[in-house]
């Protein structure tokens, strides 16, 4: 083979991994997924172990690129050339930050390590440690997720006990729309008062000493263990509440935490906090009792907090705000934080959520008494298809599916009534006569 074929094969050989290379980069520095990425740093593998199959240096590879430049170049420069004031035609100072980016082998490792941090979904995390704080700023999204993990809870367990402890009940931030959890009733489930609040934490931990007692007469009398559904208490801006809390009521109170914390487990009694400070005065828990506390710290408050915000919490902490500084606060649906849990920090991620596309409905019992009551004021003489009497309760015809719970509690309350206007009187009765 002649010196020039010879040298036409290696210049193939170089395009080759140029092109290889450049699709690779492509895929990770252009709207990066987490299949992208990897998809790229495969790419710029293969094209690094074509060229040392080839045995070809960078150099040689760089060379080919600007001759093919310089090829590419030459039919234009002819056009070119008249502009007297084109680029490279005269002095000009440009500003950028190139000089600075990572080279491509670390740009794609830490893209990839950032990849694989996010992959735990400190959500799905957070909710199987079941007692814990969330610190957030305002915005953060702490009542977001507190609306999540009463979902997650009652997605879990129907028939399980939810209290929820909101001051600021139906505000919102800016032209969000009103907080309502997720429509729970008010009173039952939701506490806006502050004393309801307070009486719902101590007799949550009361219910764990209440549990254990029961528990222990049954083995002890030979009988086996009651069986308690879970119980789950959310308070909503935690800081803002213990403040209100009278000095009478701060040593029940903390016992009711602690005994959750630490007993409640083995109880199947849980509580979530929604902090914006972890302090020793704000949150009223010192830093041995809270190291018995799971932590999930969203981004901005996590890059925003002071020293005294952060001295009580568990010992890493300050590794991990270090790490997650170094990430930007979402990538695609994404929000970065950091969890500790099982005694360890560790960065996660927060997948997006949208409360709003949660639908929380009672059970068929109080469904079918619900529609029963509702159809009582159907007019008589009015159509009796499933569709006409679902537009009279204003009920968005969207909704009308079998896979929808409402609608089939409907459906039955509407099949009754039917049966009972076209079913004969018993037997022995007359039919009352129009006057």
């Not at 020793?280 to 005294?308: E, F, H």
């Amino acid at each position: 083979m002649s010196q020039p074929q010879n040298e036409l094969e290696r210049q193939l050989h170089a395009l080759t991994v140029l092109v290889v290379g450049t699709l690779g980069a492509g895929l990770v520095a252009i709207n990066p997924t987490p299949f992208r990425v990897l998809a790229g740093a495969g790419l710029c593998v293969a094209a690094d172990a074509h060229r040392l199959r080839q045995k070809l240096g960078y150099g040689e590879v760089f060379n080919t690129l600007k001759s093919a430049l310089n090829v590419a170049g030459e039919s234009a420069g002819a056009e070119l050339a008249p502009v007297s004031n084109a680029l490279g035609r005269q002095r000009t100072v440009i500003q950028t930050a190139v000089f600075s980016q990572l080279p491509l082998a670390a740009e794609i490792a830490k893209r990839m390590e950032q990849s694989q941090a996010l992959k735990t979904n400190g959500l799905e995390l957070f909710a199987s440690a079941k007692s814990g704080l969330i610190l957030g700023d305002t915005g953060d999204g702490k009542t977001q997720l507190m609306n999540y993990l009463a979902a997650v809870f009652l997605q879990a367990h129907p028939q399980g006990k939810l209290q929820i402890g909101d001051l600021d009940y139906g505000s919102s931030h800016g032209d969000t729309a009103p907080n309502t959890w997720m429509g729970l009733p008010v009173g039952s489930v939701v506490m806006i008062e502050h004393a309801d609040i307070l009486a719902s934490i101590i007799d949550a931990g009361e219910e764990v000493q209440r549990r254990s007692r029961a528990t222990k007469h049954a083995i002890a009398s030979g009988e086996p263990a009651p069986k308690f559904e879970p119980q789950l208490l959310l308070i909503d801006e935690w800081v803002s509440f213990l403040s209100e809390v009278d000095k009478d009521y701060r040593e029940p109170l903390a016992k009711a935490l602690n005994d959750i914390v630490i007993r409640g487990k083995k109880q199947n009694v849980f509580a979530f906090l929604a902090c914006h400070d972890a302090s020793v005065k704000s949150l009223g828990i010192d830093q041995a009792k809270l190291s018995r506390w799971n932590v999930l710290a969203l981004w901005k408050w996590t890059n925003q907090a002071k020293a005294t915000d952060v001295n009580n919490l568990p010992q890493g902490f300050d590794d991990a705000q270090q790490t997650l500084k170094g990430l930007p606060r979402q990538v695609g649906e994404t929000f970065s934080a950091i969890a500790y849990v099982d005694s360890a920090w560790s960065v996660v991620g927060i997948p997006f959520i949208d409360p709003s596309a949660i639908d929380l409905l009672p059970q068929d019992e109080l469904l079918i008494k619900r529609f029963s009551e509702a159809l009582a004021e159907y007019p008589a003489d009015a159509p009796t298809s499933y569709n006409k009497v679902w537009e009279w309760l204003g009920k968005p015809s969207g909704q009308r599916t079998d896979k929808n719970p409402e609608y089939r509690a409907f459906k039955k309350v509407l099949d009754s009534l039917k049966d009972a206007k076209t079913s004969p009187p018993p037997e022995g009765e007359q039919p009352e006569q129009d006057p």
